[in-house]
């Protein structure tokens, strides 16, 4: 019996190139690096990527109020607002509490991050009325940053959710400037995959770099690549090797 594994591209440009045609559908897949890297850009590209060829999405914000989520997408040209109403998009605000007159007016508020339960019923009850196809968690280390006994068992419980109801989704982890790991052992084995985003000083310059370190289900590049920020998201040169990296 041959058994062709379904892909959810990220169409990203370069992103595909590394996966060997995209992400496996349900994989449960760790973003990370240490402080502006590029995580939350090119998880927000990945929805947004989604969402204009027609697959639902959820964003989950954990360290920024919906108000400048929607603000900062729409800087790369990303307007939410139309999918939004028409019920293909949602951000769940696990940021405000439910506190301010903003986070009135929004949908999807859990209000104690505290409480794993809470958060996992409003993320089922988002990704239920979207049909979400994608799911972006930025990020999954405000959850046990001061906990990390909890960290293996709050990725599990995501997972089976995320996983369970068919979506592919980007948990973002983040690492100090100097870190070697990508959040930790409990985290790193319980994700179906890990892609790494580095920034280093090269010669008194900033260079941007990407690796997939991990990704079950499917071969991958093994090559660190040099990508962008452009005002239209993340290019990853794919046929172009990053030697410069410090590890
Ligand atoms: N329009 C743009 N064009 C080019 N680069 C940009 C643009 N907007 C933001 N950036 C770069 O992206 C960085 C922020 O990226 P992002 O928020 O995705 O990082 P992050 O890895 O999520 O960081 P953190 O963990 O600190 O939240 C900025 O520091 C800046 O270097």
């Known amino acids: 019996m041959s058994f062709t594994i379904e892909r959810v591209k990220t169409w990203i440009p370069g992103l595909d190139e590394l996966l060997n045609g995209g992400i496996p559908k349900r994989n449960v897949v760790i973003i990370t690096g ?15 990527n989604g969402l204009v060829r027609g697959e639902a999405s959820v964003y989950v914000s954990l360290e920024e109020h919906p108000v400048q989520v929607r603000r900062a997408m729409a800087t790369f040209g990303w307007d939410v607002k139309k999918f939004e109403e028409e019920g293909k998009f949602a951000i769940v605000d696990a940021f405000t509490s439910g506190i301010g007159e903003a986070a009135k007016r929004e949908k999807y508020v859990v209000k104690s991050v505290d409480d794993v339960g809470e958060l996992i019923d409003v993320i089922r009850m988002a990704i239920k009325e979207t049909n979400a196809q994608r799911v972006v ?5 405000t959850l046990y940053m001061t906990k990390p006994a909890i960290a293996r068992n709050t990725v599990m419980q995501l997972k089976r959710i995320l996983s369970g109801l068919g979506t592919t989704s980007f948990l973002i982890s983040q690492v100090s400037v100097t870190e070697r790991g990508f959040g930790g052992p409990g985290v790193e084995h319980a994700a179906d995959g890990i892609i790494r985003l580095d920034l280093d000083e090269y010669d008194g310059q900033l260079l941007r770099s990407i690796i997939v370190w991990k990704m079950r289900g499917t071969a991958h590049d093994m090559r660190r690549h040099p990508f962008d920020i452009t005002d239209k998201g993340i ?3 794919h046929d172009k090797v990053f030697k410069s990296h410090v590890m």
């Not at 968690?137 to 280390?141: F, G, K, N, T, Y």
């Open 137 to 141: 968690i930025d990020s999954v280390s």
């Open 235 to 237: 290019i990853i040169y």
């Open 34 to 48: 240490g402080p502006g890297t590029g995580k939350t850009i090119l998880s927000q590209h990945f929805l947004y």
